[in-house]
């Protein structure tokens, strides 16, 4: 009886696949579902992982990244200002705001420097507003932005971050941060600590890409998971065990999503961040942060899947040739969790 994985290629197999690879060589190749050139108009959204990629796409000529919403400084964070959605929560509500469906029962809140800010996207504006008025006049123009995100992009891209979250008990709107954080006159009571099972995001996914292939027929979506760890856990578990658990059911979401939608497709830069083979390079001192050589990995990896202008040998690099850095800035990544371990002291 002859072995059924004869047939499998050397990329199958950890040994050939991976141990037996230089680190910067490895790059995991998909099935092409679709490729990439200069007409699509590229969207992003997601955790603070994405910010790297958004800034790639859009400092590079080869691809178009949409930008709908800017601010002074112009650092191309997103496609439109809303900041860090670390849940697929976060994004149904900010589609089904942009789109009329829902209003925030909650929307402005007041920093100890008596200055507010949208709660629902923190830290966009360091300098906040000077009342609420200002905020939900600021709220109305980026909802406009994101309208046209979601109706105009022909690829959406989103990273998905985080299963932990605090909603309010009144109308169950997500945050990215819990208010209590952000504005000394929120209620504690008011919200409550929420971990989304695999069923809950699975079908938040599903109604996310339910509602944007209504309004943007054609639309293609492309999956990633962010391999940034928790900052803290609200759970009682460890914090390591903590994000194994969030990141291994965000990454069985996407592969379920992928599987039943041919416009769905997961891009690895989880397992090229996370993965042995980087023996902790790919993450800075701290284990958290994610190295600029990390970056350029998953950028390289990136090419190699979806851009169209990519190798004969799908992107893989020949022993001795050196590799193609990009050498962008990768400060500025801007992670609302931070907030949660500055009164801490960690």
């Keep these: 009886m002859s072995n059924p994985y004869e047939r499998k290629g050397p990329a199958q197999f950890w040994r050939t696949g991976v141990a037996a690879v230089e680190a910067s060589e ?200 962010s391999p940034v760890p928790l900052t803290a856990t609200y759970t009682d578990e460890h914090v390591l065990v903590a994000s194994s658990h969030s990141k291994a059911i965000l990454r069985a979401a996407c592969a379920e999503l992928e599987a039943a939608n041919e416009a769905i497709c997961y891009f690895p830069a989880y397992e090229i961040i996370t993965g042995p083979f980087s023996r902790g390079a790919y993450y800075e001192a701290n284990l958290r942060s994610v190295a600029q050589v990390g970056v350029d990995h998953v950028m390289r990896a990136f090419d190699a899947n979806f851009l169209a202008s990519a190798s004969d040998d799908g992107g893989q690099r020949r022993p001795g040739q050196p590799p193609r850095l990009e050498l962008e800035s990768n400060d500025r990544v801007i992670c609302d969790e931070e907030e949660l371990t500055k009164s801490i002291g960690f």
């Design 26 to 225: 490895i790059l995991p190749l998909r099935p092409r579902r679709f490729l990439l050139d200069a007409d699509d108009s590229i969207a992003t959204a997601g955790s603070c992982f994405a910010q790297n990629l958004a800034k790639r796409l859009h400092s590079r000529q080869s691809t178009k990244f949409l930008r709908t919403e800017f601010i002074a400084e112009d650092q191309p964070l997103f496609s439109a200002l809303y900041g860090n959605i670390y849940t697929v929560r976060q994004l149904v509500q900010l589609f089904d705001e942009a789109f009329e469906q829902r209003e925030p029962a909650l929307l402005a809140l007041r920093r100890p420097d008596g200055r507010y800010v949208d709660a629902l996207r923190p830290n966009v504006f360091a300098a906040g507003f000077a009342d609420q008025v200002h905020v939900l006049r600021a709220r109305l123009e980026h909802l406009a932005a994101v309208r046209r995100v979601f109706t105009e992009c022909t690829v959406f891209v989103f990273t998905l971050g985080l299963t932990e979250s605090w909603r309010a008990r009144i109308d169950g709107t997500v945050y990215p941060l819990a208010p209590p954080v952000v504005s000394d006159e929120a209620e504690i009571d008011d919200f409550e600590f929420h971990n989304f099972t695999y069923q809950e995001i699975t079908e938040d996914l599903r109604g996310f890409v339910e509602r944007i292939s209504k309004v943007n027929p054609g639309v293609r979506i492309l999956l990633t998971v």
